[in-house]
């Protein structure tokens, strides 16, 4: 079984960034709060896996639940000192957005330290990281395109099933609803805007741990790529969560397989403007698709082309 | 000899004259018309690129000089732009023409990029509009960095420079002087310009479309109009920033113009010293350059010091952050608030109350 290791880098890259758009979705629809932090989280993500390999050892893949459990603490970070009494407080959506970019930077200096520290006391190369050298493979394809899909399958399904099945998924739902409403029907709003930044923080660290496997780790890695997270959110619609995974997908593989195709019937010199691809798709969106692939009526067309068959 | 201190200032006065105009810019943007504007860096970046990409060709031509792709290729890149010094320095009038073409040229691409952007900030509204904003600054720092004919991709191209003949008379420092007091000086015309706009019925309109967009279309203004008008006349005066500051640094790089320098630190500036408050701008940029640049002087006693393990210059980055996050919590008016400007005084005010409740009362 010999998949191309375009394709499979390809639904790797696409694989965490779902995960990521749909951290960027799920604090969007909970808390208002565009997080301009996912970049920087993400970034926490890959340097706690690369800590974790170069300093202890074992299989990147190990440390992956490191990886979710340090990015929730960053999300839990935020809310509870700056989101949260911001939120109580009633903020602008932009005022929102600023305070998360203030602790976006605030977490890139720290990676930077972090970097210089891992640089001048272990002797390590943390600003030129790639963690593909130590993946390995699974029946002829990279560990890391099955070990983020199915992680990425598997956690959007836990999601589905908590959201759907349990009682406080339910309050968490009521509370993105309408949050007044919930409020008075006696759910505590906090600990679901908490939960939030537990997951999305969580996810972004986990996503840009993920992400590491095919790009060239540095401390930059996370604001390179922000653009394409906002990009596959905004193409999921930005207010329902299962939009931000797929348009994460939409994105990842057109950014992988789209540009591979163009590189083909165009030339290689198209490969420098890979950046482009997600702006391209984020206009495109924004233009004719204002409500995103979430917003297309798709039951009705469904039922539309069903009953054409009929008749 | 000339003393450190003195060009230390110089540099300062230089940062906090270019930064000035850029968060000004951004001010009138963010602060009066309430557009959040993440994407400051796509103006400054277009009017840098207007003078290192077409003015600087546009003088190669009528000297005679190659002015296509060979102009930025940096094997005949640096020897052209020698050659058009060695002309520029003896003639005064094509200096200033030249300096004076450059910033038209800023200028107006900056209001073209103005007028592009706000084709979607019509239809969007806050953290989609934030967004979008924030990627197009991103798309031409991706065209430049990899299309070389536009401004040397990778290498930075050279600029001709329109002060020569002061640095062939006087030599270098004094160049630099001329060049800090001359951004300074643009920064406090465009504090003055801004300062009448904003104190104009077209301001009043813009705090309008801040504070209420629907009492301002109640009141006849066009949003649509109001919002255009708005993104060119800023991303015209950072474009202009852009244009000094290539000029300045007589180098023009795509890798110059960074999302966090030229988007976000504006930002902080400008959330210093008060959104919607130009006085505010000039105190929030005195301190955060005053800071960056101390740290940047002793960025080597603050390591040995303190034992650091690490490069004092990611302190610059803490400090921004931190500043961002405490200011939006504990002071989101910034230092020097916005004054409200009431058209009708609180002494008429009150008068009118008093007449209506004395009318109810009988």
Same mark, same amino acid.
């Given at each position: 079984?010999? #998949?191309?290791?375009?394709?499979?880098?390809?639904?790797?890259?696409?694989?965490?960034?779902?995960l990521?758009?749909?951290g960027i979705?799920?604090? !969007? #629809?909970?808390?208002?709060?565009?997080?301009f932090?996912?970049?920087?989280?993400?970034?926490?993500?890959?340097?706690v896996?690369?800590?974790?390999?170069?300093?202890?050892?074992?299989?990147?893949?190990?440390?992956?639940?490191?990886?979710?459990?340090? *990015?929730?603490?960053? *999300?839990?970070?935020?809310?509870?000192?700056?989101?949260?009494?911001?939120?109580?407080?009633?903020?602008?959506?932009?005022?929102?957005?600023?305070?998360?970019l203030?602790?976006?930077?605030?977490?890139?200096?720290l990676?930077?330290?972090?970097?210089?520290y891992?640089?001048?006391? !272990?002797k390590?190369?943390?600003?030129?990281?790639?963690?593909s050298?130590?993946?390995?493979?699974?029946?002829?394809?990279?560990?890391?395109?099955?070990?983020?899909?199915?992680?990425?399958? *598997?956690?959007?399904?836990?999601?589905?099933?908590?959201?759907?099945?349990?009682?406080?998924?339910?309050?968490v739902?009521?509370?993105?609803?309408?949050?007044?409403?919930a409020?008075?029907?006696?759910?505590?709003?906090?600990?679901? !805007?908490?939960?939030?930044?537990?997951?999305?923080?969580?996810?972004?660290s986990?996503?840009g741990?993920?992400?590491?496997?095919?790009?060239?780790?540095?401390p #930059?890695?996370g604001?390179?790529?922000? #653009?394409?997270?906002?990009a596959?959110?905004?193409?999921g619609?930005?207010?329902?969560?299962?939009?931000?995974?797929?348009g994460?997908?939409?994105?990842?593989?057109?950014? !992988?397989m *789209?540009?591979y195709?163009l590189?083909?019937?165009?030339?290689?010199?198209?490969?420098m403007?890979?950046?482009?691809?997600?702006?391209?798709?984020m206009?495109?969106?924004?233009?004719?698709?204002p409500?995103?692939?979430?917003?297309?009526?798709?039951?009705?067309?469904?039922?539309?082309?069903?009953?054409?068959e009929?008749? | 000899?000339?003393p450190?201190?003195?060009s230390?200032i110089?540099? +300062?006065i230089?940062?906090?004259?270019?930064?000035?105009?850029?968060?000004l810019? $951004?001010?009138?943007?963010v602060?009066?018309?309430?557009?959040p504007q993440?994407?400051r860096?796509?103006?400054?970046?277009?009017?840098?690129?207007?003078?290192? /990409?077409?003015a600087?060709?546009i003088?190669?031509y009528?000297?005679?000089?190659?002015?296509?792709?060979?102009?930025?290729? @940096?094997? @005949?890149? @640096?020897?052209?732009?020698?050659? =058009?010094?060695?002309?520029?320095a003896?003639?005064?009038?094509l200096?200033?023409? @030249?300096?004076?073409?450059?910033?038209?040229?800023?200028?107006?691409?900056?209001a073209? +990029?103005?007028?592009?952007?706000?084709?979607?900030?019509?239809?969007?509204?806050?953290?989609?509009?934030g967004?979008? $904003?924030?990627?197009?600054?991103?798309?031409?720092?991706w065209?430049?960095?990899?299309?070389?004919?536009?401004?040397g991709?990778?290498n930075?191209?050279?600029?001709?420079?329109?002060?020569?003949?002061?640095?062939?008379?006087?030599?270098?420092?004094?160049?630099?002087?001329?060049?800090?007091?001359?951004i300074?000086?643009?920064?406090?015309?465009?504090?003055?310009?801004?300062e009448? =706009?904003?104190?104009?019925?077209?301001?009043?309109?813009?705090?309008?479309?801040r504070?209420?967009?629907?009492?301002?279309?109640?009141? /006849?203004?066009? %949003?649509?109009?109001?919002?255009?008008?708005? $993104?060119? +006349?800023?991303?015209?005066?950072?474009? +202009?920033?852009?244009? %000094?500051?290539?000029?300045?640094?007589?180098?023009?790089?795509?890798?110059?113009?960074?999302?966090?320098?030229w988007?976000?630190?504006?930002?902080?500036?400008?959330?210093?010293g /008060?959104?919607?408050?130009?006085?505010?701008v000039?105190?929030?940029?005195?301190?955060?350059?005053?800071?960056r640049?101390?740290?940047?002087?002793?960025?080597?006693?603050?390591?040995?010091?303190f034992?650091?393990?690490?490069?004092?210059?990611?302190?610059?980055?803490?400090?921004?952050?931190?500043a961002l996050?405490?200011?939006?919590?504990?002071?989101?008016?910034?230092?020097?608030?916005?004054?409200?400007?009431?058209?009708?005084s609180?002494?008429?005010?009150?008068?009118?109350?008093?007449e209506?409740?004395?009318?109810?009362?009988?």
């Amino acid at each position: 079984m010999a #998949v191309s290791p375009i394709i499979a880098d390809g639904i790797t890259f696409a694989s965490a960034l779902a995960l990521l758009a749909f951290g960027i979705t799920l604090l !969007y #629809v909970c808390t208002r709060t565009f997080n301009f932090a996912h970049a920087s989280m993400a970034t926490w993500g890959l340097y706690v896996m690369y800590t974790g390999v170069e300093l202890f050892g074992g299989s990147p893949y190990q440390y992956l639940p490191l990886a979710f459990l340090f *990015g929730a603490l960053l *999300g839990v970070i935020c809310y509870v000192f700056i989101n949260g009494p911001l939120l109580r407080r009633g903020a602008s959506e932009v005022t929102l957005m600023m305070s998360t970019l203030g602790y976006d930077i605030l977490l890139l200096s720290l990676i930077q330290i972090y970097c210089d520290y891992l640089t001048r006391v !272990y002797k390590l190369y943390p600003r030129m990281v790639t963690m593909s050298k130590y993946d390995f493979e699974i029946f002829g394809v990279r560990a890391a395109t099955i070990v983020s899909l199915a992680s990425t399958i *598997g956690i959007l399904i836990a999601l589905h099933l908590f959201l759907h099945k349990t009682r406080f998924g339910v309050a968490v739902r009521a509370t993105i609803e309408n949050p007044p409403l919930a409020n008075i029907i006696g759910i505590n709003s906090e600990i679901v !805007y908490m939960t939030s930044w537990i997951i999305g923080g969580g996810l972004a660290s986990l996503g840009g741990a993920m992400i590491s496997m095919v790009l060239t780790g540095n401390p #930059v890695m996370g604001s390179l790529i922000v #653009v394409s997270m906002f990009a596959a959110s905004i193409l999921g619609g930005l207010f329902s969560i299962y939009g931000g995974a797929l348009g994460g997908y939409v994105v990842g593989l057109a950014e !992988y397989m *789209g540009l591979y195709a163009l590189k083909l019937s165009v030339g290689p010199w198209i490969l420098m403007y890979r950046p482009v691809i997600p702006l391209i798709i984020m206009a495109v969106t924004l233009l004719f698709l204002p409500q995103g692939l979430a917003g297309i009526p798709w039951a009705s067309i469904i039922e539309k082309f069903k009953g054409g068959e009929k008749r | 000899m000339i003393p450190p201190i003195v060009s230390l200032i110089l540099s +300062i006065i230089m940062e906090c004259g270019l930064f000035t105009i850029v968060t000004l810019s $951004l001010n009138l943007e963010v602060g009066f018309t309430g557009l959040p504007q993440f994407g400051r860096v796509l103006a400054v970046e277009v009017g840098a690129f207007a003078v290192g /990409g077409v003015a600087a060709r546009i003088l190669a031509y009528m000297l005679g000089f190659s002015a296509g792709a060979k102009y930025a290729n @940096y094997n @005949y890149n @640096y020897r052209i732009v020698d050659a =058009i010094e060695a002309v520029l320095a003896k003639n005064v009038a094509l200096c200033v023409g @030249y300096f004076i073409l450059a910033l038209v040229l800023a200028a107006l691409s900056g209001a073209f +990029i103005g007028w592009l952007t706000s084709r979607p900030a019509i239809r969007l509204r806050e953290a989609y509009l934030g967004i979008s $904003l924030l990627a197009w600054g991103d798309v031409l720092m991706w065209v430049a960095r990899n299309w070389w004919p536009l401004v040397g991709g990778t290498n930075a191209v050279h600029v001709p420079d329109p002060l020569s003949p002061i640095s062939e008379t006087f030599g270098g420092f004094y160049r630099f002087m001329v060049m800090s007091f001359l951004i300074f000086g643009f920064a406090i015309l465009t504090y003055i310009y801004l300062e009448r =706009i904003t104190k104009s019925p077209f301001g009043r309109a813009l705090k309008m479309h801040r504070d209420c967009e629907l009492a301002a279309s109640v009141y /006849g203004v066009d %949003l649509v109009k109001l919002r255009t008008k708005c $993104l060119v +006349i800023g991303s015209a005066i950072a474009a +202009i920033a852009g244009a %000094l500051y290539v000029i300045y640094s007589c180098t023009c790089s795509a890798y110059t113009f960074s999302r966090v320098t030229w988007t976000f630190w504006p930002w902080a500036y400008m959330m210093l010293g /008060g959104t919607g408050s130009n006085a505010g701008v000039f105190v929030g940029v005195f301190i955060f350059i005053i800071i960056r640049t101390l740290i940047n002087i002793y960025k080597v006693d603050i390591a040995e010091l303190f034992h650091l393990p690490f490069d004092p210059i990611w302190l610059e980055y803490t400090l921004v952050g931190l500043a961002l996050i405490l200011i939006v919590l504990f002071k989101p008016h910034g230092l020097i608030p916005e004054k409200s400007e009431p058209i009708v005084s609180r002494k008429k005010i009150q008068e009118i109350i008093g007449e209506t409740s004395g009318k109810k009362g009988k």
